[in-house]
């Protein structure tokens, strides 16, 4: 398997009852997306990550957000389902449900290229951070510092995957 093709859906945190379900802190705004999931690859890296076949999957709503429940083949109870903790867990782009019109994945962002509505060049994508209120694109410019654009529609206008391009709408200091 080709680390290209795995994408992050989560994290496996501890084990979940007796029988040898995990815990997964998903990596995406939309839990439910790990139910689908019939195969996941689990490891530290993509690189390293070995298929594991999932048994049944469920949501846990938690004070902290929405969790998913898995359980993996060779995880019976819960010793066996603690090995797994710490553990990322990828998928294939093409196992994962279709997105949303306006959704994208965040490293698709990666490497865009970011324009004002007039279409005067801003710089690139470098990094999305993902922070607690909304993310932020961190725009690489030409001979100046790094610009950070909060991911809102007060700024971001659109996103056009097929040409690469995000139009922004500054305020007034935002890119000083």
């Known amino acids: 398997m080709q680390a290209t093709q795995l994408l992050l859906?989560?994290?496996?945190a501890r084990a979940h009852g007796l029988r040898g379900e995990?815990?997964?802190?998903?990596?995406?705004?939309?839990?439910?997306r790990l139910l689908a999931l019939g195969q996941v690859w689990v490891g530290a890296s993509p690189d390293a990550a070995a298929p594991v076949t999932v048994s049944?999957?469920?949501?846990?709503?938690?004070?902290?957000?929405?969790l998913a429940l898995v359980r993996l083949n060779g995880a019976q109870c819960v010793e066996e389902a603690s090995a797994f903790?710490?553990?990322?867990v990828y998928a294939r782009m093409q196992d994962l449900p279709p997105l949303a019109p306006r959704e994208h994945f965040l490293h698709d962002l990666i490497g865009m290229?970011?324009?004002?509505?007039?279409?005067?060049?801003v710089g690139r994508v470098r990094?999305?951070?993902?922070?607690?209120a909304n993310n932020m694109y961190v725009v690489t410019r030409q001979g100046r510092a790094?610009?950070?654009i909060p991911a809102v529609p007060a700024?971001?206008?659109s996103v056009d995957t097929e040409r690469r391009t995000i139009a922004i709408r500054p305020i007034d200091g935002l890119l000083d």
């Open 56 to 66: 049944s999957a469920r949501l846990q709503t938690t004070r902290r957000g929405t």
């Open 155 to 157: 700024f971001v206008q």
């Open 22 to 32: 995990c815990k997964v802190i998903p990596e995406s705004d939309d839990p439910s």
């Open 127 to 132: 990094d999305v951070w993902e922070m607690p």
């Open 113 to 121: 290229t970011v324009t004002l509505t007039d279409g005067a060049h």
């Open 146 to 148: 790094d610009a950070l």
């Open 85 to 88: 903790r710490g553990q990322n």
């Open 9 to 12: 859906v989560g994290r496996l």
